[in-house]
């Protein structure tokens, strides 16, 4: 019945994904597509394993593309299952646990494995490469229970390996055969730098050090060098470089060198099948970044396509060191070699180097350290060849005195179209133009469109700058800034970010993405904790130490630095027993003042925070969120329950709206009210949606404003009954926390994107529907802030002041 | 009693577990509120408890590495120095704490 070509692809990882990834999306269903992938785990970024041992993420949070991916694309998988034969007469490959699948086209991505040196005990428990998810969990087993750790290799690797281990309390030794570390993409200078602070971070180095052998019984006690001299070490992590993984390939008599053999097609010696990735072997050279991964595979997906396709021709290679608190980049040729002359900027105090290396008017290599906000700017020069005569200083500096800043612009004017601006997912600056012309208007758009920045990040400013480019001569319209100081990076960049590499904490948005402060400011740490529980309503973790204090302890501070609490009243509802109750606690905790809210509520002022949780149990009412970016209150006026002129229920509508949506978190505060008729006494034009009722139905107004700058309410829509009002409400109530910024009240939100097209969204019946579940699913996982608070030790504690142990005066 | 300011006194405040990580606790020591902080990397400062600003409790404010936000109006001090970061100006005073490894006991040296 199937008579899909049929094509299987050994290695589930990086590479080999990212082709499948590439060819779905250019040429989808034309494949049968098995894939068999040793390790126990769906595709993960392995270069996201540092962030993972330096705790900024999970192992489930490093996942690109979990299980529900290949079943939904139609992908057989088989993982911890590795190929072990492939027949190239038959056509077939055949696993370890027996499985045989034959092929049509077989793609051989099967990466490379950690270099282990040849030492006297390198085979002793303990002694790990730091390649995958198993050697990282190794790591973080070990240090629960030995101190001492010693990381051979002084490069790239290795680096982010110690960091790791020293974030998980280890003590690190990283011992370097040569004197510099980082020294093949560092020179003297930035190496010596980047040690003294690697050094101020707690790292030990041995320089100039051999290994000669590997100590211990069993385990691994410690380390004999060349020297004589010894170093004891509970575990060593090997990391001077890693070998492609050809054994498949040899033992199926596909031709190798280092690597697999592939020519610009990525097409082995054996027609029908190809390598990608760390295992293969393009003209002369193996790559173990990722970006010349990527440019490897969007070829092969292009020729598995069918597509015409230039080839590979190769990669312009640039790092960056993954480690917190270090900027490091280093590009091309570094090193000043005859011919060549270079540009250095050195500042000790700010510990800041940059050097450029010129050779024949060219930019041919670079390299910085603690600022390496130019560095795609210089990657971009060096690939493409171009004179820089004149440019010179202004590269190094940023700046050219006596100059304006338009160089920038005619820098990327200049560029050829078929220039690759992001080097991950090779895109072009032409791609660019063509999104920008076929309407993206932000950073986000076109990295939804085109990819372009949406692996490292590295290529951001040239995008940015594109951007500015195309729609600057034609809209004049500015490129959006970033949410806040820490970070270029708009709102839709960061939540395309959060969604698509599935990050899952404050911490690892920031780290994935470059943020300039390690743990960032007031400004984004409350939005990204907002973004983050908005996109994973049921998995993320609410994040108390990103909020207000304010939301933190689930009051209003004051100016004396005392608190205030307002229970919840149900649409301004209230009982003679809540009544006396509120009474009699003000009473017992000598409450200096009581008075009714603007929202129709009891406001106990003048608390002091350890009174709170007494109080609060005391009372044993819900918080009235009256201090918190959520939905406040929900007004309303009496109704057509007594009012004489009343149409509708007003306060039965009311109430059900407040205990429908109570403890909704929102970009900022939310107030809504219900009046029952067209006189408006519960001034429900003025709020962020009011109901209006009108005879035999009702109006839903929105946008509305009672604060610094009053707005009216603009009519969102008229319906007849209160279950349309219900589902109206919590559409476009999550159509709000999906499309505003943090901190950006409906009735600006309402300004900025009009009406029109909020209408036009919630129009559809479908789509009210689908808001309406994600707003259900979201305040599912909400409870009462009080009563989570008093009954639990952990938070109570911090409402209580130390108390004063003892003292030694000397 | 004006002879003995030199005397400086060290005084056990709290453990390390009383204080969550991003979060400070305050103390009372002779009429001064200190508020200890707990940084990320889980070394501990001890400031009074008062903005230069308008005398806002630093320990309800946000902390952000090796600064605090206060709560009243986003100043931001440096809990190293107290230093009031730019654009503001003042200073905060610090006092030196000292943390026993082993009992996880937190000393203020005042």
């Known amino acids: 019945m199937n008579h899909k070509k049929k094509l299987v692809l050994v290695g589930n990882g990086m590479a080999g994904i990212r082709t499948l990834e590439h060819l779905l999306k250019i040429a989808p269903g034309i494949y049968d597509i098995t894939v068999f992938g040793a390790e126990p785990h769906p595709n993960y970024n392995r270069i996201m394993l540092s962030s993972v041992l330096a705790g900024g993420a999970g192992l489930q949070d490093i996942v690109i593309n979990d299980w529900s991916w290949y079943e939904e694309n139609h992908i057989r998988l088989f993982t911890g299952d590795p190929v072990t034969e492939i027949d190239t007469d038959k056509q077939q490959v055949t696993s370890r646990s027996g499985v045989c699948v034959p092929y049509d086209l077989l793609l051989l991505a099967t990466g490379s494995n950690a270099f282990i040196l040849p030492l006297s005990g390198a085979n002793k428990e303990g002694v790990i490469g730091f390649r995958d998810i198993r050697d990282c969990e190794t790591m973080m087993e070990t240090a629960k229970t030995h101190k001492k750790a010693a990381v051979i290799g002084g490069g790239l690797l290795g680096l982010e390996a110690a960091r790791g281990l020293l974030n998980l309390g280890m003590d690190v030794t990283v011992i370097h055969i040569h004197e510099h570390i980082m020294d093949r993409q560092l020179d003297e200078a930035a190496s010596l730098m980047l040690r003294r602070e690697l050094e101020e971070q707690g790292m030990n180095f041995l320089v100039n050090k051999r290994t000669a052998a590997i100590t211990g019984r069993r385990r691994v006690e410690g380390l004999k060098f060349a020297d004589g001299s010894e170093l004891e070490a509970d575990l060593i992590v090997m990391a001077v470089g890693i070998t492609p993984d050809i054994e498949l390939a040899v033992s199926a008599g596909i031709p190798v060198n280092r690597g697999i053999i592939v020519n610009d097609y990525m097409e082995t010696g054996i027609p029908g099948i190809y390598a990608v990735g760390e295992c293969a072997e393009h003209r002369g050279i193996t790559y173990g970044l990722v970006a010349p991964l990527y440019e490897q595979g969007g070829v092969l997906a292009q020729r598995l396509a069918g597509m015409e396709t230039p080839g590979y021709r190769g990669s312009v290679i640039s790092t960056r060191l993954k480690v917190s608190g270090v900027d490091v980049f280093s590009a091309g040729c570094y090193k000043d070699e005859p011919g060549t002359r270079s540009l250095r900027y050195q500042d000790e105090i700010g510990g800041v180097y940059k050097k450029i290396v010129i050779k024949e008017e060219k930019l041919i290599g670079a390299v910085l350290f603690g600022d390496t906000s130019d560095g795609a700017k210089l990657f971009s020069l060096i690939k493409s060849g171009e004179s820089i005569v004149g440019r010179e200083k202004e590269l190094l500096l940023g700046f050219h005195p006596g100059q304006s800043e338009a160089n920038g612009s005619i820098m990327l004017e200049q560029m050829p179209d078929d220039e690759i601006v992001c080097g991950c997912n090779g895109v072009s600056k032409g791609d660019i133009g063509e999104a920008v012309a076929a309407g993206c208007r932000s950073l986000g758009e076109i990295k939804a469109c085109t990819k372009a920045s949406a692996s490292c990040g590295g290529c951001k400013p040239l995008v940015e700058g594109l951007l500015q480019l195309y729609t600057g001569a034609e809209t004049g319209e500015l490129v959006k800034e970033g949410i806040c100081g820490c970070t270029t990076l708009d709102r839709e960049a960061i939540i395309g970010s959060i969604r698509e590499m599935g990050l899952k904490s404050v911490k690892e948005v920031m780290n994935v993405l470059s943020w300039s402060e390690p743990e960032g400011c007031t400004k984004c740490r409350p939005a990204l904790n907002y973004y983050l529980g908005m996109v994973w309503p049921l998995d993320y973790e609410d994040e108390k130490e990103s909020r207000f204090t304010n939301e933190r302890y689930h009051a209003n501070i004051q100016k004396d630095g005392t608190y205030s609490v307002v229970p919840r009243i149900y649409g301004g509802v209230t009982s003679p027993a809540d009544l006396k109750k509120i009474a009699a606690v003000a009473e017992k905790y000598n409450v200096p003042l009581v008075k009714f809210t603007g929202g129709q509520r009891l406001d106990l002022l003048g608390v002091k925070k350890e009174d709170l949780p007494g109080i609060w149990s005391e009372l044993d009412m819900p918080s009235g969120h009256a201090y918190g970016k959520t939905l406040r209150t929900v007004k309303t006026c009496v109704g057509n329950t007594f009012c004489r002129f009343g149409t509708q229920d007003a306060m039965g509508m009311g109430i059900r709206l407040e205990k429908a949506f109570e403890r909704m978190n929102a970009p900022a505060k939310v107030k809504l009210a219900v009046s029952g008729c067209p006189r408006n006494c519960a001034e429900a034009t003025i709020k962020d949606l009011g109901v209006v009722a009108i005879d035999g139905g009702w109006g839903i107004y929105v946008g509305g404003n009672g604060g610094i700058k009053v707005r009216a309410s603009e009519l969102l829509c008229t319906v007849k009954t209160e279950d349309e009002v219900m589902e109206w409400t919590g559409a476009y109530l999550q159509y709000y926390r999906e499309q505003a910024n943090w901190g950006e009240r409906t009735a600006h939100w309402v300004e900025r994107v009009g009406l029109e097209a909020i209408k036009q969204a919630l129009a559809n019946a479908e789509t009210r529907q689908e808001l309406v579940s994600r707003i259900e699913e979201t305040l599912s996982a909400t409870t009462d802030p009080w009563r989570e608070i008093i009954h639990d030790k952990e938070l109570l504690k911090n409402f209580v002041q130390l108390p004063e142990l003892n003292s030694v005066t000397e | ?110």
């Open chain 2, 1 to 110: 009693m004006e002879i003995n300011t030199t005397t400086t006194s060290r005084i056990r405040v709290a453990n390390l577990s009383d204080i969550d990580l991003q979060g400070a606790r305050t103390v009372r020591i002779r009429n001064i509120e200190v508020a200890l902080f707990r940084l990320s990397d889980g070394s501990v400062r001890a400031l009074e408890n008062r903005c230069p600003h308008k005398g806002g409790r630093l320990s309800e404010g946000m902390i952000c590495g090796s600064a605090v936000h206060c709560p009243l109006h986003d100043w931001k001090i440096d809990l190293s120095s107290g230093q009031v970061q730019e654009p503001d100006t003042g200073c905060v005073t610090t006092f030196p704490t000292e943390i026993d490894r082993e009992s996880g006991a937190v000393y203020i040296v005042i």
